[in-house]
């Protein structure tokens, strides 16, 4: 029972968890592009006067996209044309599944796994189900028998393809390193120290590997500089024909597989859920240490912001008339809360018991922070990336595809090959 | 005509060198705007006033003489300048025996108003001004943009200037240069006191 509660958990929470990266990656996406372009980006809209530095935006375009007209043109063939939509949106959220977000925990003599789909061959699940995107691309690009359509359907699936040569042979080095499919098990490797005090995370270990898959995650998942479906006004991609909430759903696929692509990463090549120099073991032995030290770190940063809201609340005292004026005392307010309820479970923290359940407990749910904290960090690096390059061209991004990242993957196993034998592994 | 591409290192031939400036240069720009908002060069207009140039045409207003009656004694100038055909004047007689006429009747749509200002130069009497400052004209009605003659007499001018012209601490800020002589002299003498004529 508590092994299947475990499972249950972690669903629910990766699925909240995946969802809700949705908006928080729109604003980021049109916040920080603004920002990276001397613009104010969205601040206009508005609940009571908050504004949340635009996040209440993407509410106001979720609005806009589910009441639009669903306009179906008549002559698709309906069946792909619906699948294909839900297709996109069900194969990103499945492929987070076999993601471990904490270590095992051990309970009155059960194993528990915080990992939806406990599965040996972790990552062969990932590239299984991964692949079946491009089947959702070709089926909209087939089923809206658009001739553009079917051409930028081509196109996509073409490039994923292509890239997921590059993606599963970089990952191979991983793979011989560590010695398993098993993504827990992967990162259990990654927590161990490298000349005593390096932490073996995938991306020292295989720091060509790490590059050559990112950036054939960034072609998989269609994101700049490989957004080729995205190019709007110069050619046409696969989601022509497709409005309303049925084009919603690619575009929400799309920030899916980007929250996907970097929990691939964290796990394979950042740590997954370690804790850099603090194994689980000694962050069970030192939780209250820990405990404080982060509610004091909070405390402290939850000050300095509302310290911010304040001065900011001058400049919206002087600016508007209306309830925005309010906004930065509000959020002042509420940061002060935070930091008071922060230092509140200090006081509490200090009786914390090092015995039973609870730094056991604590462990898993610092590790899973941890975790998220760096898929949020790498979501944030696509969007970075996105507002630096321009698009490649097709023929180029072929050329690079197949005559750059394919070699130097395949020259990666050689030499993860070499190291290995010579090391006598 | 060939044009040579500049011959690139090998650093740069490698990409991920260039990619990492390239995101050097976003990551500044976006933390530079993040920490220092009140500098970005974006004005939050309306909320935020807009350093207006002096010799901005504004919406109209009609002067009035010292004895607070409209100067305007309805010769239909200001109306046969339009090109937009959108003075609608209608005379009566003045009490004053010494003026003719004046304005039963001074509409401005300014649904057709192209803000040209050939009213203003056409005007014998100095009667009709777009110094108000005012530019933003909104409302959900039609009627509403048709302005009245009661309306137009209650138009203050002058007064946005001051505010207008003050030096903005912005990059790329729109003020004008405190306003000198030949500011002045362009402006025909409205913007301040009249110009002096230093000789014929």
């Known amino acids: 029972m508590p092994a299947f509660l475990a499972h249950a958990g972690t669903a629910i929470l990766i699925w909240i968890f995946e969802l809700s990266m949705i908006p928080v990656l729109v604003w980021f996406e049109r916040k920080a592009s603004a920002y990276m372009q001397d613009r104010t980006g969205p601040n206009r809209a508005a609940v009571l006067g908050i504004r949340m530095g635009g996040l209440i935006h993407t509410i106001a375009d979720v609005i806009k996209l589910v009441f639009k007209e669903d306009a179906t043109p008549s002559q698709v063939s309906r069946f792909y044309y619906t699948l294909a939509p839900m297709m996109a949106m069900s194969v990103a959220l499945l492929t987070f599944a076999v993601i471990p977000v904490a270590d095992d925990l051990a309970v009155g003599g059960q194993i528990l796994h915080w990992q939806v789909l406990k599965i040996d061959a972790g990552l062969l699940w990932i590239f299984a189900v991964g692949s079946l995107g491009v089947l959702a691309v070709i089926l909209a690009g087939w089923g809206s028998n658009n001739r553009y359509a079917l051409l930028g359907g081509m196109r996509s699936s073409a490039q994923m393809v292509s890239y997921e040569l590059a993606l599963g042979l970089s990952a191979v080095g991983i793979l011989m390193v560590f010695g398993t499919l098993d993504l827990n098990r992967i990162v259990q490797g990654q927590g161990n120290l490298l000349f005593g005090f390096l932490p073996m995370w995938g991306v020292v270990v295989q720091p060509l590997a790490a590059v050559l898959f990112m950036i054939a995650t960034l072609a998989e998942c269609n994101r700049t500089p490989f957004d080729l479906p995205e190019g709007e006004s110069e050619i046409i991609g696969f989601h022509v024909e497709y409005s309303s909430l049925k084009f919603a759903l690619f575009f929400m696929a799309e920030y899916v597989n980007i929250v996907v692509a970097a929990g691939i990463t964290a796990t394979l090549f950042f740590g997954g859920w370690q804790i850099p120099w603090l194994p689980t073991a000694s962050l069970e032995a030192h939780a209250r240490t820990v405990l404080l030290v982060s509610l004091g770190g909070a405390a402290v940063l939850f000050l300095l912001l509302a310290g911010a809201s304040l001065r900011w609340s001058r400049r919206l005292k002087r600016l508007y008339a209306d309830a925005r004026r309010r906004e930065g005392d509000v959020w002042a307010g509420l940061l002060l809360g935070l930091a008071a309820l922060c230092l509140l479970g200090g006081i509490l923290a200090l009786s914390f018991p090092s015995q039973g359940i609870a730094p056991g407990v604590f462990a898993r749910v610092a590790q899973l922070g941890v975790f998220l904290a760096k898929v949020v960090v790498l979501s944030f690096l696509f969007i970075w990336i996105r507002w630096t390059l321009p698009r490649f061209r097709y023929d180029q991004l072929m050329n690079l595809g197949w005559k750059s990242l394919l070699p130097l993957s395949l020259l990666n196993i050689v030499a993860t090959a070499a190291v290995l034998r010579w090391l006598g592994r | ?200």
Not at chain 2, 23 to 52: A, D, Y
Not at chain 2, 72 to 98: G, L, N
Not at chain 2, 129 to 148: C, P
Not at chain 2, 150 to 173: M, T
Request: aromatic share 8%; hydrophobic share 30%.
């Open chain 2, 1 to 200: 005509m060939k044009v040579p591409s500049p011959r690139l290192r090998w650093y740069e031939r490698l990409y991920l060198y260039e990619v990492a400036r390239g995101m050097k240069v976003t990551m500044g720009h976006l933390l530079r705007n993040l920490f220092r908002q009140s500098e970005m060069p974006t004005i939050q207009w309306p909320e935020e006033p807009k350093p207006l140039p002096v010799r901005l045409k504004g919406r109209h207003r009609l002067t009035l003489r010292d004895d607070g009656s409209p100067k305007c004694v309805a010769c239909y100038m200001c109306q046969t300048a339009c090109p937009a055909r959108c003075i609608h004047i209608v005379a009566e007689e003045s009490p004053e025996p010494t003026i003719e006429k004046r304005p039963k009747v001074f509409d401005i749509d300014m649904l057709r108003c192209v803000f040209c200002g050939y009213c203003v130069e056409a005007c014998p009497e100095d009667a009709i001004r777009m110094d108000t400052g005012e530019m933003a004209i909104v409302s959900d009605k039609r009627e509403d943009f048709i302005f009245r003659i009661d309306f137009l007499l209650r138009g203050k001018g002058e007064e946005w200037k001051e505010q207008g012209v003050a030096e903005s601490p912005r990059r790329g800020g729109l003020a004008e240069p405190p306003d000198d002589q030949s500011e002045q002299d362009l402006d025909g003498g409205r913007a301040g006191k009249p110009p002096v004529p230093s000789q014929w």
